[in-house]
């Protein structure tokens, strides 16, 4: 079945600068791969996500890339800001839907 | 507008009692997912539930666990026998059909066993 490895487990920054969180996916039938941001005592919110016949996305400060080869995708936020520190947790899935893979989290934390 | 509902919010039982978690998934959603967050860990899969198909069950820990989706809608998360280890948070999840996509989380339930 689908292994997803997410690092780093933590990632600290300052105001304004970028933040990057990368995760390699085992199952090359993968094909959907979001990312969720969860703040304390709430559920995971989708914040991007990318299909696999798309090699980058972008949303204002927030980019995802993918490498199908390498089975990697990485998750981009620059000009982080206090708000941003949360959870972020990456995913994968078949095209076929069903079981969503979550990676282990990374606990970003914004320093003003 | 209405959001995935989870009931309790939170949770205390003993060793040895069972305990049922409800999940109210938004209206019309067929895709319906159970999550278990274990303190400072990640969404650890647990039930997957998709129209009339049957479950995805992979993800339950033991035969303890058990989930079930009456009407389409609701769904129950009974866990038997309860022990420390099943303390935890869990989330309930939906989506509006089987496929990929957005899925919608509830705030989850808290469990602690005691």
């Known amino acids: 079945g689908e292994n997803v490895e997410q690092h780093p487990s933590t990632l600290s920054v300052q105001e304004g600068d970028s933040a990057v969180i990368k995760c390699t996916y085992s199952d090359s039938a993968s094909n959907y791969f979001p990312w969720y941001k969860q703040e304390l005592g709430k559920g995971p919110q989708l914040i991007i996500d990318?299909?696999?016949?798309?090699g980058e996305k972008k949303d204002q400060r927030i980019a995802v890339t993918l490498n199908k080869t390498a089975k990697h995708f990485s998750l981009h936020i620059t000009e982080t800001q206090p708000e941003d520190s949360a959870v972020y947790f990456c995913a994968a899935i078949g095209n076929q839907g069903g079981k969503l893979i979550f990676g282990q989290g990374t606990e970003l934390s914004v320093k003003p | 507008g209405a959001g995935v509902s989870q009931s309790p919010s939170n949770k205390v039982t003993e060793k040895g009692k069972d305990v049922e978690l409800r999940c109210d998934p938004i209206?019309?959603?067929?895709?319906l997912y159970w999550y278990r967050q274990s303190l400072g860990q990640g969404l650890e899969f647990l039930i997957y539930f998709q129209g009339n198909s049957a479950p995805d069950k992979s993800g339950l820990p033991s035969d303890r666990f058990s989930a079930e989706r009456t009407g389409g809608s609701v769904s129950t998360l009974t866990i038997q026998r309860t022990q420390q280890e099943d303390s935890a948070v869990y989330l309930c999840a939906s989506r509006p059909d089987g496929g990929t996509g957005e899925l919608f989380f509830g705030e989850g339930s808290r469990l602690t066993v005691l």
């Open positions: 990318i299909r696999s016949n798309v």
């Open positions: 209206s019309g959603h067929t895709a």
